[in-house]
Structures are given as structure tokens and as C-alpha cells.
């Protein structure tokens, strides 16, 4: 099998409401698709979606990156993914949301190669995955009211993002424990929005009120104050922006840095590192969390496959779907009551883009000579 033609489409996918985090306001989704085409018939899928103040990339670098990405998988095994993935990232170091969508539909055909979903694949089977579902920053009141809605639906956790000023983000805790009563856990996220001070007083104040774990509290690149953090307060601590991929994962074991991974394929650059960063949290005997950024169902799916496989995988943030406008996936995940994500039974991922909804989007293809 030989890959003969790769389609790159510019997707964007206005949100119902801007969301609000530490690092900034999404209005729309600037995601992409990749479509991998091979000489069998066989064709794979994936999706990027690039928060540039994460990962550095925006659409308009993605697809750049993903023209010349697959110029060089023309004519290639896709099969070979230890290969193919080497020599993305030796021809195009970071750019790891532009590699997980060729990450994620290389897998794709394998799982169709296979005739097995992905879960099966990495050994794994269909079990339950909760995803909670996300509140951006607002008012305490608004906040406040969001959760209440959000417990109305059944979601079995309510992740809360923070970082602005340490009084505020502890009204907000105390607004939407109040009002959602004890019982659902409350997760948090700075994203990287308080220096180390703030980070402690915010974190021994909300002690009190049921937070599970508190993403990303201080700087990515600051593991000193992540474990200073981490010694200072009873709420766990997971690392997000200071997680990319393995050698970050060992670096954050090393400094003890967190007690909990955020996995995202778009920091890893796919399922491949994905699967490496989920076995050093093993080792270290860390649990993990698998997140996203503003994907469609296509990348939340593949994201699901992992985490159905991984039991390390403990806490499941795929909400990013839920916020958009339009649905533009056949098959896929799906959203049940509560949260719960049911996956696809179909080989590879079980999921595709809408014909129909691509052909309203820029596009352009690379193919064999
Ligand atoms: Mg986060």
C-alpha cells in the first residue's frame, strides 16, 4: 500500500458563545481536515485545531506545514507509522497540531487495513467515558449559572477555568459550589494565569470546596513552581502547557513536578506519542486526563479511541465538540446522557467529514507526479 494523494481543508467553525480562558477569547474554531488517500481505496482522516498561544501554530502555519508534510508522504507506506511519523518530525520539528492530523489518519488506515476501530487496535475495548464539560471565564454569577445548567444535564464534573486576579477566581469557586451543592467534582484550570504567590493563595482557599485537581496553575516552562505549587496545597496538580510530549513527561516526573498528565493530541503530535506519554504516567504511577482544544467530533473520536484503550486515562475533558456551531462529522463519537461518550464500532477512527460540509471549505491536494 502506497499513499497517492493527501486533501488539506481550512475549517472554521464559529463557536455558539466566545470562550474565555488566562490566555485569551475564542470566537471560532480555525481547525483543518487531512484526507489521506493510498493506492487500495483506502483513505484515513484526521483533524487539527491549534490554540497558537499553546502550541504556537496557527491554521494558517498548519497548512503550510501540511503541504510540505505531504509532499513527503507521497509515494510511501502509511502503514509504517514509526517511519512516517519520524520523518515529520525530523523534517518538521514542534508543529505537533499540524502532525497529529497525519498522525491521526495514518492510524485511521490502519484501523481499516485492520478492520478493527482503534480501541481494538491498541487493546482496548468500548468501555465508559465520562467527559466533563467546560466553563469559561465569566462572572461569578454567570459562572455560577452555567453550573447549574450543567448539573441539570447530568455531567458528572464541572471543569472551571481561572487565572485572572486570586480574589476573583476564589469567588468564582465558591459562586459554583454554592450553587451546584457537594457532590459533583469541581475541576480547575489556570492556564498558566497566576504567578507562584497567587497559585498558592487561590489553591489553599478553594481547598474547601471540592476541587478535584487544578490544571496548570503557574508558567509552562516553570516545573520549579509547579512542584512548589504542588507541595503547598491538598488539590493535585496536572500539567497541560508544560506537557507536549514524552521527554516533558519524564522532565515532570523527575522535578515531581505534578500529579496528574493532560494529554492532548495536539500537544503530542497524535495517539503515537500520545501512547508513550501514557506509559511514563504508568511508571511513575501518575493518573492522566485526556483533553482537547476546539476539535470537531473527528479528533475528539480519535482522542476517545486512546482513551478507551489506556485505563491510566482516568479523567476525560472532550467537550470541545459541545460548543460549535455546526457538526460537520458522519459517525464519529457521540455525546449520550451526562457525558457519556459513546464510541464508533466501525474500523480505523469511524469517522468522517460531511461531504456536503467540505465542499463549502478552501482546499487543496498534493498527488503523485
Ligand atoms: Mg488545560
Known amino acids: 500500500m502506497h499513499i497517492t494523494r493527501v486533501a488539506v481543508y481550512k475549517a472554521d467553525i464559529p463557536l455558539v458563545a466566545p470562550f474565555r480562558i488566562a490566555l485569551g477569547v475564542t470566537e471560532v474554531a480555525e481547525n483543518f481536515f487531512v484526507k489521506i488517500e493510498t493506492d487500495e481505496g483506502v483513505c484515513g482522516w484526521g483533524e487539527g485545531s491549534p490554540f497558537p498561544a499553546i502550541v504556537g501554530e496557527t491554521q494558517a502555519t498548519c497548512l503550510a506545514a501540511a503541504r510540505d508534510m505531504a509532499r513527503l508522504l507521497i509515494g510511501k507506506d502509511p502503514l509504517d507509522i514509526e517511519a512516517r511519523l519520524g520523518e515529520l518530525s525530523s523534517f518538521l520539528p514542534h508543529n505537533t ?22 480501541f481494538r487496535l491498541f487493546g482496548g475495548s468500548p468501555r465508559d467515558l465520562y467527559t466533563d464539560d467546560t466553563i469559561g471565564i465569566d462572572s461569578p454569577k454567570n459562572m455560577a449559572e452555567k453550573a447549574r445548567e450543567l448539573k441539570e444535564k447530568g455531567f458528572s464534573a464541572i471543569k472551571v477555568k481561572l487565572g485572572t486576579a486570586p480574589a476573583e477566581d476564589i469567588a468564582r469557586v465558591r459562586a459554583i459550589r454554592e450553587a451546584i451543592g457537594p457532590g459533583i467534582p469541581i475541576r480547575v484550570d489556570a492556564n498558566q494565569g497566576w504567578d507562584l ?19 496548570q496553575p503557574v508558567a509552562a516552562g516553570d516545573l520549579a513552581s509547579m512542584r512548589t505549587v504542588r507541595k503547598s496545597t491538598r488539590i493535585p496538580i496536572m500539567a497541560d502547557e508544560s506537557l507536549f510530549d514524552v521527554y516533558d513527561a519524564l522532565a515532570l516526573v523527575q522535578n515531581e513536578a505534578c500529579d496528574y498528565f493532560n494529554i492532548k493530541l495536539s500537544k503530542a503530535g497524535g495517539l503515537h506519542m500520545a501512547t508513550k506519554i501514557a506509559a511514563v504516567a504508568e511508571a511513575a504511577r501518575l493518573g492522566c486526563m485526556v483533553g482537547c482544544m476546539s476539535e470537531t467530533r473527528l479528533a475528539l473520536t480519535a482522542a476517545a479511541h486512546l482513551a478507551a484503550a489506556r485505563p491510566v486515562i482516568r479523567f476525560f475533558d472532550l467537550d470541545s465538540a459541545l460548543t460549535h456551531t455546526v457538526d460537520p462529522i458522519l459517525g464519529g463519537m457521540e455525546y449520550r446522557e451526562g457525558g457519556r461518550i459513546e464510541l464508533p464500532a466501525g474500523p480505523g477512527l469511524g469517522a468522517e467529514v460531511d461531504p456536503a460540509f467540505l465542499e463549502k471549505l478552501e482546499s487543496f491536494t498534493v498527488s503523485s507526479p
Open 197 to 215: 504567590p497567587s497559585a498558592v493563595t487561590v489553591l489553599t482557599a478553594i481547598e474547601e470546596f471540592g476541587v478535584q485537581y487544578c490544571e
Open 97 to 118: 497540531t499540524a502532525r497529529s492530523a497525519f498522525d491521526m489518519a495514518l492510524y485511521d488506515i490502519l484501523g481499516k487495513a485492520a478492520e478493527l476501530p482503534l
